[in-house]
């Protein structure tokens, strides 16, 4: 199994600043000056963590390129691209749209290497050269809208490689998993109309954007049915998500048949993340990656390519990312997660009724999957 792996030293400068978190700090709000919650830290700690396990050494490195104007317009707006390439040329940056995702000067061109790396990223998993891939990339792209950055996200990094990908090797159907904590708001409004990509929304309900990811979204036109949103309740755990993935994302893909799955790859619902209230620990995120590998493999010759997003604990995030890489990769033995015991432990992570009757409103949606 050759997996692709793509990092750079870069991804560790985009600078988000003291936003406190999330909040600009202010002593008349009593905010104190600490780093944003979107830093270089878990990414940093994800690279180093692989590499000290070794596990690098099973890896096919990839190296990022900075996208085009050409490609980051295949879903971005003239306007989004001016406005970013504008700002990043103030002596103190910028932000991308929301005020709560800002960027050092010259903050665009680490934005293009994100957005360019899941480029290659998918590029080379379509040419065959790897079975599949990861790209440990930032600043994130799931929340980006083709008008405007948002939630920390600058380019739709995993939107505009889909796009590129369609276009340069004609890769018809694209399955979209993103298993981040937060709505998957920037990829779902890509391809709002657009029957031949996918897109499969697990989040928390209501957190961010708090006011999207409803299970009344389903797409529009030529594309209804082929948003679905799995909005979970707060707390959930293994239980719920792999009961997800056993009664919507697995007879999802199967009645969707793509001839590509992209992940948007967040760590946030892991059980210690500040940014969210869920309960997943490593074990779950290797089980996940185990079942589209399963389906990537039934349906696309195993065609998978995943693209970083979320997760802010520089503690347990590394634990997360490293089984994910390790399942893709196929590692015969893994390292042991230190925290699984303590995390996974928790009273009420296994499947709670209320979860049920969350996806027994989702399955029927698959019924206008064709
Ligand atoms: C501030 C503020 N004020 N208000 C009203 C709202 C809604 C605020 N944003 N909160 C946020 C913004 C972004 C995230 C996570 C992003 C991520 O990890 N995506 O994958 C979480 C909460
Ligand atoms: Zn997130």
Redesign the pocket.
Known sequence: MATGYLYHELFGWHDTGTNAG??PADHRAGIQPLQH??NAETKRRIHELVVVSGVIDQLTRLEPRKATDEEILLVHTEEHLARIAAESEQPKGGDSGDG?SPFGPGGIEIGRLAAGGMIEATTAVVEGRVDNAYALIRP?G??AEPATGR???MFANLAIAARAIRRTHGVERIAVIDW???HGNGTQKTFWEDRDTLTISLHQDR????DSGFITERGEGAGFGYALNVPLPPGTGSGGYLSAFDRVVGPAIDRFRPDLILVAS?F?ANATDP?SRQGLTSSTYRTMTERLLDLAATHCDGRLAMSH??G?NPVYVPFCGLAVIEALAGVTEPLADPYEPIFGAMAGLELQPHQTALLDQVVPLLDDIH
């Open positions: 999330l909040l919650f979107e709560l994130p799931h929340h939630g920390f996200c981040d904590v937060h957190v961010f954007p708090p967040g946030d940014l997003e979320g802010y």
